[in-house]
């Protein structure tokens, strides 16, 4: 779910399995994006997977680095990252977002060669949209915690809102 002039494009890794059966982006019950980005100011209700045409309205869009679904990310190959890479660059020098935020440092180390990456912004432009790499927000990555995370969500809305 894609526009042009975008305020931020969310990229997640790769639909789930629960995803690819739905249709919605972060569908796994489990799963903290939506409750982040309520909490962080994105959006001023909590949206549901199945809202996601919503954020639209917002400014946001929200997309993959990797198209196939999987039932857990680490099923990737290191050509479908690098590949993935590529057509995010693509599509980012398309639509032009103001920032690209990638959820997930592991993904964004391996989509973009970029070894030494952390979370938050990074160096790297695409065109003239900023990147961010934002923690993946599965249940599966325990040590940050929903209020991390809503934090750290809430530095790339203040960021956005900025320029």
Same mark, same amino acid.
């Given at each position: 779910m894609v526009a042009d002039g975008l305020r931020v494009l969310f990229c997640g890794i790769n639909p789930g399995l629960m995803t690819a059966a739905t249709g919605h982006h972060f569908a796994r019950p489990g799963n903290r994006f939506w409750p982040a *980005?309520?909490?962080?100011?994105?959006?001023?209700? !909590?949206?549901?997977?199945?809202?996601?045409?919503?954020? *639209?309205?917002?400014?946001?869009?929200?997309?993959?680095?990797?198209?196939?679904?999987?039932?857990?990310?680490?099923? *990737?190959?290191?050509?479908e990252y690098r590949e993935g890479g590529r057509t995010l660059a693509l599509k980012v020098a398309r639509i032009r977002p103001r920032w690209l935020a990638v959820l997930g440092v592991t993904a964004y180390r391996a989509?973009?060669?970029d070894r030494k990456a952390r979370v938050g912004p990074q160096a790297r432009t695409i065109g003239g949209t900023r990147v961010w790499v *934002? !923690?993946?927000?599965?249940?599966?990555?325990?040590?940050?915690?929903?209020?991390?995370?809503?934090?750290?969500?809430?530095?790339?809305?203040?960021?956005a809102a900025r320029r």
């Open positions: *980005l309520h909490r962080s100011g994105f959006t001023p209700v !909590p949206l549901r997977p199945s809202e996601q045409r919503e954020l *639209l309205s917002y400014g946001l869009g929200i997309t993959n680095v990797v198209a196939r679904a999987t039932a857990r990310a680490d099923e *990737l190959s290191a050509e989509a973009f060669d *934002l !923690p993946n927000p599965s249940g599966l990555n325990a040590h940050w915690t929903p209020a991390t995370l809503a934090e750290e969500f809430g530095r790339l809305r203040e960021a």
